[in-house]
C-alpha cells in the first residue's frame, strides 16, 4: 500500500526564495498534519486540516508560512520568502479518524535555505 | 548567542539482549500514547499505541507499559535485532484530542 508521499525529498534554495513542499496522503485518510523538525526544537506540529479544512496553524511560525490543501489528495506547505532559520526537515502525516488514531508519516523534505 | 541543539539519550545494547526505552509524558489528562521509530533519512514509523485505560499492550517483540500514577510510559523490544537501531520516540495526544506532542526521542544503539 501506498504510504504518505512527500516531494521533493531535497530542496537547496537561496534565502528570499519561494518553496513549496508538497504532500499526498494515503487515500482515505481525512485527516492531515505538517510538522517540522530540527536539533533545536525536535518534532513539532505546524498545522492540520480535517476533510480538507484548516483546523489549527497555532504552530505556524509566522506569515511567511501557508499551507492548503485544495483536495483530500494534495496539500502544499509554502515559504514566502524564506529564510536560513526554516532550514529543517519536515514532515507531512496523515489518518484516519481524529484523536486516538495513528498518525503516519511520510519520509519528509529536507530544506536547506542558503 | 551559540546555538545548542537536542541532546538525544543514547541506550546502547548487545544483539539479543531486550531493550527498555523510557519516556516521561507532562499532562495528566493525555489520554493516548503512541512509541514511533524513526530510521535516519525517514520519517517516524508507527510501532505501537495505548491508551489511557490499559496499562500494557503488546505487539511483535515490543511492549508498551503506562505508568499513569507516574506519568511514565516505557517500551521494551525483546530480542533486539541490528535492524531495531533507531531513534524511538514517544508522543501523547493532547490540545483536545487531535494534537500529538512529541518527547525528544532516545536513539537506541544496538551492538553485534
Known amino acids: 500500500d501506498a504510504g504518505v508521499i512527500q516531494s521533493p525529498r531535497h530542496e537547496v534554495t537561496e534565502m528570499g526564495q519561494e518553496v513549496t513542499l508538497r504532500c499526498k496522503p494515503i487515500?482515505?485518510?481525512?485527516?492531515l498534519f505538517w510538522y517540522r523538525q530540527t536539533m533545536m526544537r525536535g518534532l513539532e506540529l505546524l498545522i492540520y486540516f480535517n476533510n480538507n479544512v484548516p483546523i489549527d496553524d497555532s504552530g505556524m511560525p509566522e506569515d511567511r508560512f501557508s499551507a492548503k490543501m485544495p483536495n483530500a489528495s494534495f496539500s502544499t506547505l509554502k515559504i514566502q520568502p524564506s529564510e536560513p532559520r526554516d532550514s529543517a526537515v519536515y514532515f507531512c502525516?496523515?489518518?484516519?479518524?481524529?484523536?486516538?488514531?495513528?498518525?503516519?508519516f511520510g519520509d519528509g523534505t529536507r530544506l536547506s535555505i542558503l | 548567542g551559540e546555538s545548542v541543539g537536542l541532546h538525544l539519550p543514547t541506550l546502547s545494547v548487545q544483539e539479543g539482549d531486550n531493550s527498555i526505552i523510557n519516556c516521561a509524558y507532562s499532562?495528566?489528562?493525555?489520554?493516548?500514547f503512541i512509541w514511533y521509530k524513526q530510521e535516519s533519512g525517514k520519517g517516524p514509523q508507527f510501532i505501537i499505541d495505548?491508551?489511557?485505560?490499559?496499562d500494557k499492550r503488546q505487539g511483535q517483540r515490543v511492549t508498551v507499559l503506562l505508568n499513569k500514577t507516574v506519568k511514565h510510559l516505557s517500551l521494551q523490544i525483546a530480542a533486539t535485532q541490528p535492524g531495531d537501531s533507531a531513534v524511538y520516540f514517544c508522543?501523547?495526544?493532547?490540545?483536545?484530542?487531535?494534537?500529538?506532542?512529541f518527547g525528544t526521542g532516545t536513539q537506541l544503539k544496538v551492538e553485534l
Open positions: 495505548i491508551r489511557s485505560n490499559m
Open positions: 487515500s482515505g485518510h481525512d485527516y
Open positions: 502525516a496523515s489518518s484516519l479518524g481524529a484523536g486516538r488514531q495513528p498518525q503516519h
Open positions: 508522543a501523547e495526544l493532547t490540545g483536545g484530542g487531535n494534537k500529538l506532542t
Open positions: 499532562n495528566s489528562a493525555s489520554d493516548y
